[in-house]
């Protein structure tokens, strides 16, 4: 099935200061997916479908695309295993994959975000970089031939496919009015969740986001739990990295108790993993608002001295929403169980303060609502 992607894709680097000795700075690489595809030939569409990949024998890069959604699948098993050296040996094994895709038409789009190292050699030493590259060969002014030296650069950031106009848009606003500002790994992953949420505005692309971290000491792949992971091995997989398990796949030849048994282990693990999502993104979601009304009440302050007080609760409560974000990229950086569930216990504490200062609201303004 011509399964098409209509995307929205990115990646970007930061660098956080370092305090241990030797090195001056530590590289994040962040990327988000949207998990939207759709099909010619049915002319329906999914919002469940896998975009990020996470690829290499190693296990430290992280493979996006946008394009021929069936094309990305193919290229992604072929690279889940493979003794990667860099990224530009990833851009040349590439290069040779998709001229053997079954079906390859280059008169067709497939492109690419990995993220990755790459080796710089006049330093003799290496560095996250992230590739932005045509894996196909495709343009409007091109036909249907090949070129033989297709487009690929290393960027810092980078955004494809039909959402990723609104991602500049709204990016071009944030600079012209003076909001862009990153100090924190929290103000890069709460970048990254608006970039997911403005892309969604394209009609083909939904937020339900699937976001990446690959750092020196390898990636961090986080799912929506609606998506459905191309294939048992990239489910396993997931489980094993991030809650570092050691689950075999659920392959025929377990039966019976055991199979019972390794079930249950794994929607477990997948419990944990859809809870951790899902107060993450509720943990973004708030750090955004209250960005926002920061704005907001720092203007008001700034002509009106009697906002004080509203202006210094929203400081207050901003940074307390960053703290929590800062915990969440942490949860994800060092994975885990033990990480994962730490962050989650926290997570539930506070949940558990909301609720007693609810219970507390209603006495307050509506006491009749309260007895009963």
């Known amino acids: 099935m011509n399964v098409l992607k209509m995307t929205n894709i990115g990646g970007a680097k930061f660098l956080k200061k370092n305090r241990e000795e030797g090195e001056e700075f530590e590289e994040y690489l962040f990327f988000i997916a949207d998990s939207m595809a759709s099909s010619r030939e049915s002319q329906s569409k999914w919002d469940y479908y896998q975009k990020m990949f996470v690829?290499?024998?190693?296990?430290?890069?992280?493979?996006?695309?946008?394009?021929?959604g069936d094309w990305l699948t193919h290229l992604a098993s072929k690279l889940e295993n493979e003794p990667l050296v860099g990224l530009e040996d990833t851009y040349q094994q590439i290069l040779f994959l998709t001229q053997n895709i079954p079906g390859i038409n280059h008169n067709e789009c497939l492109n690419l975000i990995i993220g990755g190292y790459h080796i710089l050699p006049r330093q003799a030493r290496k560095t996250l970089g992230i590739l932005h590259m045509n894996a196909t060969g495709w343009s409007p002014d091109e036909g249907k031939s090949r070129p033989e030296n297709i487009g690929a650069r290393l960027e810092d950031f980078v955004f494809d496919g039909s959402g990723s106009g609104n991602v500049i848009s709204y990016l071009d606003g944030l600079h012209e009015t003076g909001k862009i500002y990153v100090d924190d790994l929290a103000d890069v992953l709460v970048y990254m969740y608006e970039f997911g949420k403005q892309g969604a505005k394209n009609m083909g692309v939904n937020d339900k986001l699937q976001l990446g971290i690959l750092t020196k000491?390898?990636?961090?792949?986080?799912?929506?739990?609606d998506i459905r992971l191309a294939g048992d091995n990239q489910f396993t997989f997931y489980l094993n990295q991030m809650c570092s398990a050691k689950l075999p796949v659920l392959g025929d030849d377990v039966e019976g108790k055991e199979r019972i048994e390794l079930g249950?282990?794994?929607q477990d693990l997948k419990k944990v993993l859809s809870q951790v999502y899902c107060s993450l993104i509720s943990d973004l979601r708030e750090y955004a608002e209250l960005r926002s009304w920061y704005t907001s009440w720092s203007e008001a302050y700034a002509a009106n001295e009697k906002f004080k007080e509203c202006f210094d609760n929203i400081r207050e409560r901003r940074a307390k929403a960053r703290g929590h974000v800062t915990d969440g990229?942490?949860?994800?950086?060092?994975?885990?169980?033990?990480?994962l569930v730490s962050y989650l216990k926290d997570c539930d504490l506070r949940q558990r303060v909301v609720e007693a200062r609810a219970v507390e609201h209603i006495q307050k303004y509506a006491p009749q609502v309260a007895k009963q």
Not at 55 to 67: A, H, P
Not at 217 to 225: K, M, R
Not at 330 to 337: P, T
């Open 217 to 225: 000491n390898g990636s961090s792949v986080l799912y929506h739990p």
């Open 264 to 266: 249950q282990a794994r």
């Open 329 to 339: 990229v942490n949860a994800l950086v060092n994975r885990g169980l033990d990480s």
């Open 55 to 68: 690829v290499g024998e190693n296990k430290d890069f992280i493979l996006m695309g946008t394009g021929r």
